[in-house]
Nanobody, 118 residues
Framework: QMLLVESGGGLVQAGGSLRLTCRAP???????????MAWYRQAPGGQRDLVAS???????SYADAVKGRFTISRDNSRKTVYLQMNNLRPEDTAVYYC?????????WGQGTQVTVPG
């Protein structure tokens, strides 16, 4: 089980940028480093969807809706995963969460709200 803490959300106008951060402060590096990490998001009334993932070898994958706009990265020395979001759109409005792949149900954090007014 990893304790995950997300931050960096906020209100931003369409076309703007945000950088989300996910920390795993209580996870030892021997557990964090080999774990594929991912960002998920849940819009109001919607389900929680996979946005981007990064493997232990830094291979990345993106949902079609964010390709070319979002970049996922990780810093294993800091046990941290980032999501750089550029050219934000109103449809990106959601609560953003990080977790692993496969998901650890007990590791969901409080998420961080991203709001892009239409």
């Amino acid at each position: 089980q990893m304790l995950l803490v997300e931050s960096g959300g906020g209100l931003v106008q369409a076309g703007g940028s945000l950088r989300l951060t996910c920390r795993a402060p209580r996870t030892i590096t021997s557990v964090f480093n080999p774990t594929t990490m991912a960002w998920y998001r849940q819009a109001p009334g919607g389900q929680r969807d996979l946005v981007a993932s990064i493997s232990s070898r830094f291979s990345t994958s993106y949902a079609d809706a964010v390709k070319g706009r979002f970049t996922i990265s990780r810093d294993n020395s800091r046990k941290t995963v980032y999501l750089q979001m550029n050219n934000l759109r109103p449809e990106d409005t959601a609560v953003y969460y990080c977790n692993s792949i496969p998901v650890q149900d007990s590791s969901w954090g409080q998420g961080t709200q991203v709001t892009v007014p239409g």
